[in-house]
């Protein structure tokens, strides 16, 4: 899945190459435009569109390499602490990293 290597990249830039404690609440996506087998190359756009208190929701499109928009869509993860099991407020060092990997576009 595209949006999900895109959330691993983008989280894996955010933590110096490691993953964070985030799990996925929500996606939503719109299709556009056909993605066929040539369009294996499709670049997806991450940016951050809001950071709550205990999540960041992220802004995605999917970019044909042609150049057009073959997709959008919105995926809200949840900061997470495994050992209470629970969700977690995002950390103010998490916020100003988000901020500086995917800027709102």
Not at 48 to 63: C, P, Q
Request: hydrophobic share 40%.
């Amino acid at each position: 899945e595209l949006l999900g290597e895109s959330r691993v990249r983008f989280f894996r830039a955010a933590n110096d190459g490691e993953l964070m404690d985030y799990i996925l609440r929500r996606v939503e996506l719109d299709h556009l435009a056909e993605i066929s087998d040539r369009d294996r190359f499709a670049e997806v756009r991450t940016t951050v569109s809001a950071i709550g208190d205990k999540s960041v929701t992220l802004g995605h499109e999917v970019i044909r390499p042609d150049g057009t928009t073959a997709a959008q869509g919105v995926s809200i993860m949840v900061a997470f602490d495994r050992e209470a099991r629970a969700a977690r407020s995002v950390t103010p060092d998490e916020r100003r990293r988000f901020e500086t990997v995917a800027p709102a576009g």
